[in-house]
């Protein structure tokens, strides 16, 4: 069974590697840092895009823990790219990429659309930098 996800996993990377390297594919600069994003008083989520190209995410509901992302990020154009290497606890697959549409970004905030037809706003989180 070790096996099995061990070869998915080389052949997920496998497969997101080649557009890493892509000159189509970047990582805009202005996304590197910690952000925060309050849904409501309930929910707030937080993301730290990493210059390496990783990011670690935690969504808090209701003052607790629900679930942490780690991956690699990318965007292209005005896409943001996610791929998922590790999620805790599981609720999507390791290997899982996503996307967001990138509608604005300025020093202190960027606004995303989700795949899920939401948009979300993040907001620079100075004080609170996942870069675990």
């Not at 099995?4 to 202005?30: G, K």
């Not at 290497?85 to 606004?111: A, C, L, M, Q």
């Amino acid at each position: 069974m070790i096996r099995v996800i061990r070869t998915v996993l080389l052949f997920t990377y496998l497969a997101f590697v080649p557009t890493a390297f892509s000159e189509s594919y970047d990582r805009d600069a202005r996304l590197v840092g910690a952000w925060r994003n309050v849904e409501n008083s309930v929910l707030v989520t937080e993301i730290t895009f990493r210059q390496d190209g990783s990011f670690f995410s935690k969504i808090v509901k209701n003052g607790e823990v629900y679930g942490e992302i780690e991956g690699k990020w990318l965007t292209r154009g005005n896409f943001l790219y996610y791929l998922y290497n590790k999620v805790s606890p599981p609720r999507v697959p390791v290997g899982t990429r996503d996307k967001d549409t990138i509608v604005e970004i300025t020093k202190d905030y960027f606004i995303v659309y989700s795949v899920n037809q939401r948009t979300r706003k993040y907001v620079k989180d100075e004080l609170n930098s996942l870069t675990k």
